[in-house]
């Protein structure tokens, strides 16, 4: 039975059922339509799960024999700290590491199986965040997609966001780590989250000042916004637009009900108070 790591197999093969159908479908928005069908924002997010999903250098799937999902319970991970910045699942963004501690924390994912935790500390002036009261309980498992260093030594690493994930035990030596072990949301699928996830998206027209019905199609796509299909996706995708404090988007992270989640998004679009904040910074 296929899954989400034989997204590209399936990708060729809808590529070539439209081509018999005089349908011109290119591989790569073939690769996006697969990961949009697999609940998933784009093709980034899909890539970065398979990747997370094997070790590096490990060649392609065997197909045959179904392969088991990522554990769940806990594990150890290099962390990342950030400054002014909440990752949410499903995010991609590049981060600027200048701190020789999260260097360290690179290069051990780098070796092993590229999976971080991203974690908000609570004071961005903190220079070594290595205790429990320094950062915020709650983060999100992301996998390095790839790492280079710019001309002015600093290193820029680009992570796809994963699951959320509570820290459990800090491991604080070459480089900080923790013990963490997964957040499970509670009524992602339930009518009351579909029915908040409608309301959710007509709010954040007008919070945006964006008429989704008058955009064409690939518009809508370049915003990146799911349907209410997936009331946990919508939310996670909006949270981070929003024009709110730190705090706040912390908040949001930290609400593992989804019902509750899109309840605060809605509350927090009619109160309209922006309050922007600096660019990530690791």
């Given at each position: 039975?296929?899954?989400?790591?034989?997204?590209?197999?399936?990708?060729?093969?809808?590529?070539?059922?439209?081509?018999?159908?005089?349908?011109?479908?290119?591989?790569?928005?073939?690769?996006?339509?697969?990961?949009?069908?697999?609940?998933?924002?784009?093709?980034?997010?899909?890539?970065?799960?398979?990747?997370?999903?094997?070790?590096?250098?490990?060649?392609?799937?065997?197909?045959?024999?179904?392969?088991?999902?990522?554990?769940?319970?806990?594990?150890?991970?290099?962390i990342f700290p950030m400054r002014d910045f909440v990752l949410f699942p499903q995010m991609t963004v590049p981060v600027f590491v200048g701190r020789d501690k999260t260097r360290r924390a690179v290069e051990h994912a780098m070796a092993g199986d590229r999976r971080v935790l991203v974690v908000a500390q609570r004071q961005a002036t903190d220079e070594d965040p290595g205790n429990l009261a320094s950062l915020y309980p709650?983060?999100?498992?992301?996998?390095?997609?790839?790492?280079?260093?710019?001309?002015?030594?600093?290193?820029?690493?680009?992570?796809?966001?994963?699951?959320?994930?509570?820290?459990?035990?800090?491991?604080?030596?070459?480089?900080?780590?923790?013990?963490?072990?997964?957040?499970?949301?509670?009524?992602?699928?339930?009518?009351?989250?579909a029915a908040r996830s409608s309301a959710v998206l007509d709010t954040y027209q007008s919070y945006a000042n964006i008429d989704f019905s008058s955009l064409p199609r690939r518009a809508k796509a370049r915003l990146g916004l799911p349907s209410i299909g997936d009331p946990g996706v919508l939310a996670d995708t909006l949270a981070p637009l929003l024009s709110i404090s730190i705090e706040q988007k912390q908040q949001l992270l930290e609400t593992s009900d989804v019902v509750a989640r899109l309840e605060k998004i809605l509350d927090l679009m009619k109160a309209g108070r922006p309050e922007n904040g600096p660019e990530p910074a690791g």
């Open positions: 039975m296929r899954d989400f790591r034989d997204a590209k197999a399936m990708a060729q093969t809808l590529s070539e059922a439209l081509s018999a159908k005089s349908v011109s479908l290119s591989h790569s928005e073939s690769l996006e339509l697969i990961a949009r069908v697999l609940g998933l924002r784009d093709w980034n997010v899909l890539a970065a799960r398979i990747q997370a999903s094997q070790p590096i250098g490990a060649g392609p799937r065997n197909p045959a024999p179904e392969a088991s999902p990522p554990p769940s319970s806990s594990a150890d991970l290099p709650v983060g999100v498992t992301a996998s390095v997609i790839n790492c280079q260093t710019q001309v002015d030594g600093v290193l820029k690493v680009s992570v796809s966001g994963l699951q959320r994930a509570a820290i459990l035990h800090l491991v604080n030596a070459d480089f900080l780590a923790a013990e963490v072990a997964p957040v499970e949301e509670q009524r992602r699928q339930s009518a009351e989250a």
